[in-house]
C-alpha cells in the first residue's frame, strides 16, 4: 500500500484522458516537441506540440497538424505555408532540413473552438484548433477572446 498522506495532491487537476477546451483567443506558446506522422491515406504530417507558458492558462498544451504530404493540394498548400511562416518567426530557413532550433521560443497563436463528434462516445465535444501564428510580443496582454492591436512585422493580420 502507498501512503499518499503526506503529498500535495491538487484536488483540481483533470482526470487523466480529459482536457480542456480552452476559450477563443490569443495565446503565447513555445514549441515544446514536434514529429512527423504518416497519414492514413499516405501522407506526410508534422504534429506540433505547442506550451502555453504565461497568463491563465499558463501549462496547457495545444496540439497542431500540418499536412506536408497530402492528396488534397488546398489541404497541402495550407500546411506548408503554415510551415513557412512558423519558420519565419522562429528564424529556420525554409524549406528547413529539420526543426532544430524552433523549440522555446516564443510565439503567439490564435486558437479557436470546433465541435466534434466523439469516436468513443458518439457525443458532441469541443476542442480547440490553432487558427494562426504571430511573432510574440511581450509587451502585448493576451487574454482569451482579445484581439491583437499590433500590427504583424509583415503587416498582415490573422
Known sequence: MADLSNTQIDENVPEAGSF???PEGNYPVVIIHDEIKTTQKGGKMLEIKL???EGKYKGENLTDRLNLINPSTVAQKIGQGTLKKLCRLTGLPFPPKDTEGWKGKPLTVKVGVTEFI??????TLKGNEIKGY??????E?????STLT??????GSW
Not at 118 to 123: E, Q, V
Not at 134 to 139: D, G, I, L, V
Not at 141 to 145: E, F, L
Not at 150 to 155: N, R, T
Open 141 to 145: 496582454q493576451i487574454t482569451s477572446s
Open 118 to 123: 466523439s469516436n468513443t462516445s458518439g457525443k
Open 20 to 22: 480542456t477546451c480552452l
Open 150 to 155: 499590433s500590427p504583424s512585422p509583415s503587416g
Open 51 to 53: 506550451l502555453i507558458f
Open 134 to 139: 504571430r511573432e510574440y510580443q511581450p509587451t
